[in-house]
């Protein structure tokens, strides 16, 4: 059941309803560390990496149960501090239990999180923030232990815009007495949405969004719910999916403001988006124009997460586009395989030139890591002819049931 069978070359038409975003729903799963009390996450998707981040919490004692999307969660009895190499060594996001096992317990001790598919995604920003808290780091034989004894407030002066850094960095702030300054932080809206969780449970964190956020450190956290943002890449995959194959979908429960760099090059191929308050449609008729140059930046620039899934589009686009990865130093993987199925693509570096050619064809290819995976079924669901796409599990990290929601929209989708 790790493959999907696509006939390709069919329209899409109708409409998707988003789940939470992944990149939303995994730290706000660190973050719950930081209660003793219930925690309630509404329209949760199903993912492996949420399940393993759910599977991190129970091994530190802590409970979840995730039912019909709702995630309950409570880690009054949280008193390991120590994240089992088994555990963290499947999912990166797992560094994010770091910033507040520390903020709760005032020590930690995780393994270090392997490299991945797409990089080597170190973690000097996220150890180098923790440092400037007062948290003395110890790195030893593939350990990461901390002393947080003399956590406070500090200035952080991150030198990358890191997402996760900036997260973590935010979490070990919420119970440090003091003010914590974070100083060229990532402005994702996931990071807007793990303040609001935040300040939902009595936190004091403000400025999520701009480059600068403030922590004024709490004694302690109370329960609640929240309500994540929708996700913004799955909602870009699935409009892309439609500038390939033509047709007229609907995407509900998105801010379009949170992927505009998106749809403004989906404009580019000649597709007609109309952007409502909380919905997308798109119209694609006839074959996608190619885009001059898509340069992938940290946000609100065009995210490296829709870069491979923009790849698939532009394969089979009229011209020539050039596409820059500038995030990570190995998202191009996906170009082989779509290679395979007749696209004409040079990668130099961290630079794609993408020939776009009449039509892509069927092919048996790999799915190597997530975004990678998605741009393969996008491929074939555009492609001439049979294609099978094998190693789903990658694409199951962040989508949920992918195939159904395809199907619902027209394709011809099996998973085997
Ligand atoms: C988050 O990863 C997302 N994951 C990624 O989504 C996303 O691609 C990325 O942000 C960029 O938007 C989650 O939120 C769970 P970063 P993260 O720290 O936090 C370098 C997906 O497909 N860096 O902003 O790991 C790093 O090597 C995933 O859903 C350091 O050098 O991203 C990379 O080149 C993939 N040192 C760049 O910064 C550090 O300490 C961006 O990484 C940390 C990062």
Redesign the pocket.
């Known amino acids: 059941m790790d493959n999907l069978m696509i006939r390709g070359g069919r329209p899409l038409t109708g409409e998707v309803w988003l789940p939470a975003a992944?990149?939303s729903v995994?730290?706000i799963i660190a973050a719950s560390i930081l209660t003793e009390e219930d925690v309630v996450i509404h329209n949760c998707p199903l993912l492996s990496?949420i399940t393993g981040m759910l599977d991190i919490i129970r091994s530190l004692g802590g409970r979840a149960e995730l039912k019909d999307n709702t995630l309950w969660i409570n880690n009054r009895d949280v008193r390991s501090a120590c994240v089992s190499n088994a555990l963290t060594g499947g999912i990166?996001?797992s560094i994010f239990i770091l910033g507040p096992i520390l903020g709760r317990l005032r020590t930690a001790e995780v393994s270090y999180p392997g490299g991945c598919e797409?990089?080597?995604?170190?973690?000097?920003?996220?150890?180098g923030g923790l440092r400037a808290l007062g948290v003395r780091i110890n790195e030893e034989g593939g350990m990461i232990r901390c002393d947080g004894g003399n956590i406070r407030g500090g200035i952080v002066n991150l030198d990358?815009?890191?997402?996760?850094?900036t997260?973590n960095i935010m979490m070990a702030a919420v119970l440090a007495e003091g003010r914590t300054v974070i100083r060229n932080a990532?402005r994702?809206p996931?990071i807007v949405d793990l303040q609001g969780f935040i300040n939902r449970l009595g936190g004091r964190v403000h400025g999520a969004g701009s480059s600068l956020i403030t922590i004024d450190g709490v004694k302690k956290l109370s329960g609640g719910e929240y309500l994540p943002l929708a996700d913004r890449?799955a909602a870009g995959t699935y409009l892309t999916a439609c500038a390939a194959c033509g047709g007229d979908v609907t995407v509900h429960g998105i801010y379009a403001e949170t992927i505009s760099a998106v749809t403004e090059k989906l404009a580019r191929t000649g597709c007609e988006l109309r952007e409502f308050d909380d919905r997308i449609r798109i119209r694609a008729t006839g074959k996608p124009k190619a885009v001059s140059k898509i340069e992938t930046q940290?946000?609100p620039g065009f995210?490296?997460?829709m870069q491979a899934q923009f790849g698939a589009l532009l394969a089979a686009a009229d011209g020539v586009s050039i596409v820059v990865e500038n995030?990570?130093?190995n998202r191009f993987k996906y170009t082989v395989q779509l290679g395979m199925m007749g696209a004409n693509i040079t990668v130099k570096d961290r630079t794609a030139v993408i020939r776009g050619v009449k039509r892509l064809k069927g092919a048996q290819v790999c799915a190597e890591d997530?975004?990678g995976g998605a741009a393969l079924v996008l491929a074939g669901l555009a492609a001439e002819g049979e294609t099978t796409v094998r190693n789903a599990r990658h694409i199951d990290r962040?989508y949920q049931n992918i195939e159904t929601v395809f199907r619902a929209l027209g394709a011809d989708i099996q998973r085997k």
Do not use: M, Q, W
Not at 118 to 127: K, M, Q, V
């Open positions: 992944k990149n995994l730290p990496d990166r996001s797409i990089g080597l995604r170190p973690i000097d920003l996220h150890l990358f815009p890191s997402v996760g850094a997260e990532a994702e996931e890449i940290v946000y995210p490296t997460d995030i990570f130093e997530l975004r962040g």
